[in-house]
C-alpha cells in the first residue's frame, strides 16, 4: 500500500514551546489528510480534517489556535502544537487519503508527544 | 453525528479458534468502512478496505463483511494465533469527509 512518512516519532519538549509534526505522503497525493489524538488503552479522537490548499476542518472542542495545521502541498500536512502544557501530551497520528476521503485511508507511524 | 461501536471491547482466546468482531455505525451515509491492527505504541496498519457498494473483502484469514443499511460489519479471524494479538479498530469513511473510528477490540490469542 501507499506510504505516509510522520515525524518525528518520539518527541520531548518543554511547558510553553511549540511542537510541529510532519506528515508526508511519499508515493500518491493526498487531497485530503486527517489528524487524531489517541490517549492510552484508547481509540482515536479526530481533530481536524484537511484538504489541499483549504482551511482545516476542526471537531468540536478542538483549539484551532492551539493545534495549527497546515496543508500546504499535496504530499505535506503539518501539525503545530502552540504553547504546549503537559496536558498535551499524547500520541498524534495522521492520515492521507486521496479523492476526498474515498478511498483507502494510509496512517503514519505516529508521534509520541511528552511535554514536560 | 456519526458513532461507531465495536464489541467486544476486549478479547481472550487460545489460538486456534475462529474469532467475530463486530463494528456498528449509526449513520448509513458511508462511502467505505476500513479495518486496521494496531500494536502497542505503534500506528496503524490497513488489513481491509469495503467500498460501501461491496458486501465482503477476503484477505488470508481475514474476511470483513459489511451491511450498510443495518449498519454493521464484522470482521472474521480464522484459525487464530499469537501473532494476531493486537487492537483492532474499524473507521468509516463518512460522507462529510470524515474519518472515523470504532472504539476498539483488544484482542489477545495465547499459544
Known amino acids: 500500500g501507499a506510504v505516509v512518512s510522520q515525524h518525528p516519532s518520539r518527541v520531548i519538549c518543554k511547558s510553553g514551546t511549540s511542537v510541529k509534526i510532519e506528515c508526508r505522503s511519499l508515493?500518491?497525493?493526498?487531497?485530503?489528510m486527517f489528524w487524531y489524538r489517541q490517549f492510552p488503552k484508547q481509540s482515536l479522537m479526530l481533530m481536524a480534517t484537511s484538504n489541499e490548499g483549504s482551511k482545516a476542518t476542526y471537531e468540536q472542542g478542538v483549539e484551532k489556535d492551539k493545534f495549527l495545521i497546515n496543508h500546504a502541498s499535496l504530499t505535506l500536512s503539518t501539525l503545530t502544537v502552540t504553547s504546549a502544557h503537559p496536558e498535551d501530551s499524547s500520541f498524534y497520528i495522521c492520515?492521507?487519503?486521496?479523492?476526498?476521503?474515498?478511498?483507502?485511508?494510509?496512517f503514519g507511524q505516529g508521534t509520541r508527544l511528552t511535554v514536560v | 453525528k456519526q458513532e461507531v461501536t465495536q464489541i467486544p471491547a476486549a478479547l481472550s482466546v487460545p489460538e486456534g479458534e475462529n474469532l467475530v468482531l463486530n463494528c456498528s455505525f449509526t449513520d448509513s451515509a458511508i462511502y467505505n468502512l476500513q479495518w486496521f491492527r494496531q500494536d502497542p505504541g505503534k500506528g496503524l496498519t490497513s488489513l481491509l478496505l469495503?467500498?460501501?457498494?461491496?458486501r465482503e473483502q477476503t484477505s488470508g484469514r481475514l474476511n470483513a463483511s459489511l451491511d450498510k443499511s443495518s449498519g454493521r460489519s464484522t470482521l472474521y479471524i480464522a484459525a487464530s494465533q499469537p501473532g494476531d494479538s493486537a487492537t483492532y479498530l474499524c473507521?468509516?469513511?463518512?460522507?462529510?469527509?470524515?474519518?472515523?473510528f470504532g472504539t476498539g477490540t483488544r484482542l489477545q490469542v495465547f499459544p
Open positions: 492520515s492521507a487519503t486521496t479523492h476526498r476521503g474515498k478511498t483507502e485511508a494510509f
Open positions: 469495503i467500498q460501501s457498494s461491496q
Open positions: 508515493d500518491f497525493q493526498a487531497t485530503t
Open positions: 473507521a468509516v469513511h463518512h460522507n462529510t469527509d470524515k474519518l472515523i
